[in-house]
């Protein structure tokens, strides 16, 4: 699971998001995310990547990094839709 999560990080969340500082990534950067990976990715795996980026941003918070974590005010998407 943990070599999943590097990969996941390695090669799709570190490159998008690369000229982007943590605190600066909005509610509309993610979801930005979540529409370009959903182009090459099937769901299950963009929801995989959401939910790291999810605890990436919790973690953030917990060590005052960030003041808040934009994925919580994302809304949840209903299954099957895109």
Known sequence: ???GYRKILNNHIKPYFAE???QS?????????EIFKS????MSSVKKHIELLKSVFQD????????ENPLLLM????KGSR
Not at 25 to 33: A, E, M
Not at 39 to 42: A, H, N, V
């Open 1 to 3: 699971t943990i070599y």
């Open 39 to 42: 182009k090459t990715l099937s």
């Open 20 to 22: 982007k500082p943590l």
């Open 60 to 67: 953030a918070c917990r060590k005052s990094l960030i003041n």
């Open 75 to 78: 809304e949840r998407r209903p």
């Open 25 to 33: 990534v909005s509610l509309q950067d993610i979801q930005n995310y």
